[in-house]
């Protein structure tokens, strides 16, 4: 029989409907359950695309003697950590305290109180290397809970008052200067891996806002270290099995640090960040390997990840069927000598190998290689590669594909919009820009609806229950911003303005910081609160972002003092942990900048709109049109009249102008074009 998690419109709970545990979604209605049986939680939370949690889901929750167990003693609860972030944040601070570490499936034993007591994460069928085994963590706590009850409530209290007690430290003495943006490019040049481009070591995630922050650094003092080590990760990412040499697109991580074996997992988000900043590092350098890689991401995303209603889907799973039909990591994507010989024959198939470097012992498991570019082949026949890829990818397709998760995430589709709509701009491929508008109109007919407040997820074009949190109100003005400046519509500038007008009433705090979840929202044991960048801008940064671009499009007051509020934390934060604020480092350098403030008087898609949008100042925002209702739509346009008949470009700098222009090339200079 299905449990309660037939009802959601979370695809992860979904894959949970059927199982022998009687899940319950987390609900006031879950914990009033365990209060009335006085039984613990069992929270487990993770999402989609995890290759763990489908593993323990296998070994245990569909396995009926644990399920009848955990139904006897427990309420179990199911969280999809993409639908209700604020849960797991909260829960994941609680672990990480305890257990020095975190991750998916997260599993956590809290009281009907919702207060936590025990953690861990995925727990095998059977004792494994010193872990023991879930039936035995679930004795144990079952034990504890009958036997020591005052025991587990000290804990459980003790926990709570320590997460109550980690109130932030924002900076508060102002906004991030010179001296701190210098300190966290010098703990950025410390950590950066001369050989294989990117920061750290192993596994090695897709720095794409570190590159942001590195970019507009350049752009602004012509740092050159800064841009070649963009430059060098971006080139190292590209030619490595993290990127889909077939198919285009990112996936999650490098389990190496040479970007060889990827996680296979494809997130949303990771393919919109990572878009947004190859279409930069082609602003900023030419590269045609740049343009291609952005364009061939932006096509991805397009292909995989669109939804029926216009939306843009959270994830591909790493798993597929192998040609055996056991589901296994990767299947999908790697390729053997033998293989890559039955698509193409002995010849191309010699040619492939070299090109893309598959060896007979494989790079991955069981002797397959995943597909990269080494570069050591020489001069290569550009037509016959394009051939070769041709081949491939139909031969690919015929395999099973991974699973998509297909809720839709405004937050993500923020960044996707954004991404699309400047990519299309740059690239005069106005079908991306077309794409990057179905989106928005997407989150404003089913995620704001009604209710004229965000809702977290959607799926299949019906709102999901879920409020949403700050990233969804400060990614998804990003991407209405980057709509406004590439098509010229004021619509997208109010909607920006709408958002963040409530970040302002509902997510901001004492002295300029932010908080994840609204006033209004519900109340957990802790309310979130995060400035760091992780996989993903903070929504701190990213609300930080969005309020000064549009102070700077508005001429608000209001927006601008919030914006330095809250890069407060980016000066604290900045010169220790650069790699976990590389966001909120490239809102800094637009504040440094300005941000500049670009009036073109002109056509839309005209030489000067495509000359402001491809200018190199950080942050700048470009507001075009012509004719008189234009000052209306875009404030920046109000008395900017035409000069000498021409399209004319203004530049200003906080609301100072410099002689306006009328050609395209000192329009350039003036943006660091």
């Keep these: 029989m299905a449990n309660r998690l037939a009802q959601t419109t979370s695809p992860y709970l979904l ?15 879950a914990f009033e359950e365990a209060r009335k049986r006085d039984v613990p939680v069992l929270l487990s939370v993770g999402y989609a695309s995890c290759h763990w949690c489908h593993v323990m889901a296998h070994e245990s929750f569909e396995d009926d003697e644990t399920a009848a167990y955990l139904n006897a003693h427990f309420v179990p609860v199911k969280v999809d950590r993409e639908e209700r972030p604020d849960v797991d944040a909260v829960y994941m601070e609680a672990v990480q305290a305890a257990t020095g570490h975190g991750g998916w499936p997260m599993t956590v034993f809290l009281t009907p109180d919702a207060e936590p007591f025990y953690f861990g994460t995925y727990f095998p069928p059977e004792p494994r290397h010193g872990s023991p085994s879930f039936q035995q963590v679930l004795e144990g706590v079952t034990v504890a809970w009958t036997d020591r009850r005052e025991e587990v409530a000290e804990v459980a209290g003790r926990i709570v008052a320590d997460l109550a007690g980690r109130s932030l430290v924002h900076g508060g003495d102002g906004v991030p200067g010179e001296s701190e943006v210098a300190q966290a490019l010098l703990g950025l040049t410390r950590e950066y891996d001369e050989q294989h481009g990117g920061f750290g070591g192993a596994p090695k995630f897709p720095p794409a806002m570190a590159v942001e922050f590195l970019l507009r650094h350049y752009a602004r003092t012509g740092a050159e270290g800064a841009l070649q080590m963009a430059a060098d990760s971006c080139a190292a990412m590209a030619r490595g099995g993290i990127y889909d040499q077939l198919g285009g697109g990112f996936a999650r991580y490098s389990v190496d640090r040479e ?48 939804t029926a209603e216009g939306g843009f889907a959270s994830a591909l799973d790493a798993d597929s069927e192998d040609a055996e039909g056991k589901h ?9 000598p033998a293989q890559l010989r039955d698509v193409l024959g002995e010849d191309d198939a010699a040619f492939a190998a070299a090109y893309f470097g598959v060896t007979e012992d494989g790079t991955f498991e069981e002797g397959a290689s995943v597909l990269r570019l080494p570069g050591d082949t020489g001069p290569v026949d550009a037509d016959r590669v394009a051939g070769v890829r041709a081949r491939l990818l139909a031969a690919r397709d015929e395999r099973p594909h991974p699973g998509r998760d297909d809720k839709v995430v405004a937050a993500w589709n923020g960044l996707a919009i954004a991404a699309l709509a400047e990519t299309g701009a740059y690239f005069d491929r106005p079908d991306l820009v077309e794409r990057a508008t179905e989106a928005a109109d997407l989150l404003v007919r089913v995620h704001l609806g009604e209710v004229a407040r965000l809702t977290r997820t959607s799926k299949d074009g019906r709102a999901g229950n879920n409020a949403g949190v700050l990233e969804d109100y400060g990614d998804v003005a990003e991407g209405f911003l980057a709509l406004a400046a590439v098509t010229g519509e004021g619509a ?21 910081q932010l908080y994840d979840t609204a006033h209004d929202a519900e109340q957990l044991i802790r309310r979130p609160q995060d400035p760091t960048d992780s996989a993903t801008p903070s929504g701190w940064t990213a609300a930080a972002g969005a309020l000064l671009s549009y102070a700077a499009y508005t001429g608000s007051e209001a927006h601008r003092t919030a914006a330095e509020g809250a890069l407060g934390v980016v000066k604290a934060l900045g010169p220790r942990v650069p790699r976990f604020v590389g966001w909120g480092l490239a809102v800094a350098e637009a504040l440094l900048d300005g941000p500049r403030e670009v009036a073109v008087a002109g056509p839309i898609g005209g030489e000067l709109h495509r000359t402001a949008l491809l200018g190199r100042a950080p942050g700048a925002v470009v507001a075009a049109g012509e004719g008189q209702g234009a000052g209306a739509e875009f404030p920046l346009l109000v008395d900017r009249p035409l000069v000498g008949g021409e399209p004319t470009a203004y530049v200003c700098r906080h609301f100072v102008c410099d002689a306006p222009t009328t050609d395209a090339g000192e329009l350039a200079a003036k943006l660091g074009g």
């Design 492 to 512: 997208w500038l109010e909607f920006a303005g709408f958002l963040l007008d409530i970040v302002l009433e509902q997510f901001t705090g004492e002295g300029g």
């Design 15 to 29: 894959q949970h409907a059927d199982n022998p545990v009687d899940w319950w979604p987390w609900s006031p209605e």
């Design 259 to 306: 970007w060889v074996v990827p996680h296979f997992e494809k997130m949303l988000y990771d393919n919109a960040l990572l878009c947004r900043v190859y279409a930069h590092l082609w602003r900023a350098t030419g590269s045609d390997e740049a343009r291609r890689i952005a364009l061939e991401t932006a096509d991805f995303m397009v292909r995989e990840l669109r």
């Design 328 to 336: 296994v990591e990767g299947a999908f994507y790697v390729w053997t």
